[in-house]
C-alpha cells in the first residue's frame, strides 16, 4: 500500500479562478479535491451559469470531478438588505454548510473552501465557520490560507481563458460595485442571447 495515498477533499468552490491557486496547492499536498459548486449567493441566475461554466472548464482541464447544486438564489439575499443579519457570515454559513453536509453524506473526511483564497474576503470569520461546521458534522475543515498565491491563480485564470468576475456575488455587492453599469449590460445581453 502506498503510503502518501492522496486523501479525498471536497472543496467548496465560488468560481474557476479562485480555485486554480488552491487546486494545484492541494495537489501538490498528495490531496484528491472534487470540486463542489453551490452558490446561491450568486446573482442574477446569468452570473450564476457564468461562474459556473467558468469552473466546469477548469474541471475539464485539471480532469477533477466537479459537483453543483442549487442556483441562484436573489430573493433570499434581497430578504437580508436592510435587516440585522451579517449577509457575509449568513452567506458564508450557507455555503459552507452546504458543502459540510454533502462531504458527511457522501464519505469526505475534509473539506475546504476557496474563499480562503481571496485577499478580499473575511478570512478569520470564514475559518471560524468552517470549523463550527466540522465539529457539528464530525469532520475537518482544512483552514488554509492561500491568499499569497491570489494574483498567481488570476494569472492561471487569464492563460485558460476563464471568466473573471468584477464583484463579490450577491445583488447587494453588485449594486455597490464600481463596474456595476458595465456588468449590468453584460448580464442583459447574456439574457437576451439565451431567450
Not at 494569472?155 to 447587494?172: F, V
Request: a neutral charge; one cysteine or more.
Amino acid at each position: 500500500m502506498n503510503i502518501h495515498q492522496n486523501k479525498d477533499i471536497l472543496l467548496h468552490t465560488c468560481c474557476g479562478p479562485c480555485a486554480e491557486y488552491p487546486v494545484q496547492e492541494l495537489l501538490a499536498a498528495s490531496y484528491a479535491p472534487s470540486l463542489y459548486y453551490f452558490n446561491p449567493n450568486i446573482q442574477p441566475q446569468v452570473e450564476w451559469q457564468r461562474r459556473f461554466e467558468s469552473l466546469q472548464k477548469l474541471s475539464e482541464i485539471s480532469g477533477l470531478p466537479l459537483i453543483a447544486e442549487g442556483g441562484s438564489q436573489t430573493e433570499r439575499w434581497l430578504e437580508i438588505e436592510g435587516s440585522r443579519i451579517n449577509r457575509c457570515r449568513f452567506c458564508y454559513r450557507t455555503r459552507l454548510e452546504k458543502a459540510a453536509q454533502y462531504a458527511r453524506s457522501h464519505g469526505y473526511r475534509i473539506f475546504t473552501t476557496t474563499l480562503l483564497v481571496s485577499p478580499y474576503q473575511q478570512h478569520d470569520l470564514i475559518i471560524e465557520i468552517g470549523h463550527e461546521l466540522a465539529k457539528e458534522y464530525g469532520l475537518e475543515f482544512l483552514a488554509a490560507d492561500w491568499r499569497s498565491g491570489y494574483r498567481q491563480g488570476q494569472q492561471m485564470a487569464k492563460e485558460h481563458d476563464l471568466y473573471r468576475q468584477r464583484y463579490c456575488g450577491c445583488i447587494i455587492s453588485l449594486s455597490e460595485s464600481y463596474y456595476k453599469d458595465k456588468i449590468k449590460i453584460e448580464h442583459d445581453n447574456l439574457t437576451q442571447s439565451v431567450n
